[in-house]
């Protein structure tokens, strides 16, 4: 397809076939028929553990490779850097772990309060455990954009760990911003960009550490991190002892998954393919993503506009910079009473704080959170027509609590 074509793309996905409008992207995406099917060959052909002497070593060793690559491309890093995990959460602790070898007493972590809590928690626990102190980015609960980090930042601080988009909220900080200043301060910046890779070009060059979830861009579930050879090289993490002290092996424990690899690289692929053009897949995917987000933001913008022109419906998260992430509350209802509504409309918008517990509590909404709506690339405007109906029809004369 030569330019985003929503029709098009939405008969890559058997899920819709269901009938239900999806707004739980957030949550983790819906799965085209590619990514399955690679997911299916791999796991009916011959593998072993990787080699070159037989055809199920080879093609071991060319998943995890083409995997590497893939996500190098999607990343605008090098594959000699990619480092699979079970997931975003796992990958964090065990790089926390590491690099609190590194510290001692009196050394300084910043977190924010704008993160998902696999940013925050692991880096708080491994801080307590290495004696480092823990300073706290806040952010406005109006406009939901981060503080000035520059405040926090002295000749102690070791980390800083922010998110690339808010699964919250949307908020995009700066992070290109951040890193510079954190690097002026000769620390590191671990950058969480699960919500953002699905929304937008990414080039993750300008963090030491990134980290994301395939299964938020329709691949399957797992977490990679991308960071420089050099860097990964400096980190030594507890591991068997006969297990390779290669990078980036070094931090991949046991036998990799590879039919979740494969699904990754046709996710990678399909993500290539929706209007992109040029002649690498790098290129594809930077002018894939740019369409896809045209999209995206368009029918957020017209969603807004619908839910805000609601009475009794609060709306949060005004940041300038900003993924199609909607967070809501409606007077009389809670949020679970609401997603319970929506759902009986065919219309699937959970509520809650999505683990993202410091920003619901910094925005005093507690453990019941609100109702979340995230746009895909599969969202069309008949999706925002049934959810607008829907909160209509909760609103109405007839409505009853």
């Known amino acids: 397809m030569n330019a985003f074509d929503v029709v098009a793309v939405r008969k890559q996905f ?46 071991a060793d060319e998943i995890v490779v083409g995997a590497r690559q893939a996500m190098a491309d999607l990343l605008g890093t090098t594959a000699e850097g990619i480092v699979f995990g079970r997931s975003m959460t796992q990958l964090t602790y065990d790089f926390s772990r590491a690099l609190a070898k590194t510290w001692s007493a009196g050394d300084e972590v910043i977190v924010t309060r704008l993160d998902h809590d696999a940013n925050v928690r692991p ?10 102190t823990v300073k706290w980015l806040g952010f406005d609960p109006e406009t939901s954009e981060l503080d000035d980090i520059a405040p926090l930042l002295t000749d102690r601080t070791r980390l800083v760990a922010v998110t690339a988009a808010s699964n919250l909220l949307g908020t995009r900080p700066d992070t290109q911003r951040i890193a510079d200043q954190v690097h002026e301060a000769d620390a590191l910046i671990y950058v969480d960009g699960v919500h953002l890779t699905a929304h937008a070009p990414v ?27 050099e860097l990964l090289e400096t980190l030594r993490p507890d591991k068997l002892l006969p297990s390779t002290d290669a990078v980036p092996e070094r931090f991949e424990l046991g036998t990799l998954p590879y039919e979740l690899l494969a699904g990754t690289t046709a996710a990678v692929d399909f993500i ?15 002018t894939s993503l740019r369409s896809v987000e045209a999209h995206e933001d368009g029918l ?24 199609p992430t909607l967070l809501f509350t409606l007077d009389g209802h809670t949020p679970g009473e609401v997603s319970e509504h929506l759902a009986k409309a065919g219309v699937n918008a959970p509520a809650g704080s999505f683990y993202a517990y410091e920003p619901a509590r910094h925005l005093g909404l507690g453990a019941a959170g609100a109702v979340r709506a995230g746009l895909a690339p599969y969202t069309d405007r008949s999706d925002v027509e049934r959810l607008v109906a829907a909160m209509t029809a909760l609103t109405g004369p007839s409505a009853t609590n």
């Open 300 to 323: 957020r913008d017209e969603l807004e506009s619908a839910l805000k022109a609601i009475p009794g419906v609060t709306l949060y998260g005004h940041a300038a910079h900003r993924t």
């Open 14 to 59: 058997p899920a819709l076939d269901e009938g239900a409008a999806h707004f739980d992207g957030p949550g983790g995406s819906q799965t085209p028929q590619a990514v399955a099917d690679a997911v299916a060959h791999t796991m009916t052909s011959a593998l072993a553990n990787r080699g070159r002497m037989t055809a199920a070593e080879r093609r």
């Open 272 to 286: 290539a393919g929706l209007g992109g053009s040029g002649t690498t897949r790098r290129e594809r995917l930077i």
């Open 203 to 229: 080039d993750a060059r300008y963090a030491d550490f990134y980290v994301c979830s395939p299964y938020k861009f329709f691949g399957p579930h797992l977490g990679v991190l991308t960071a420089a050879p």
């Open 123 to 132: 880096w708080v626990q491994a801080a307590e455990a290495a004696g480092a």
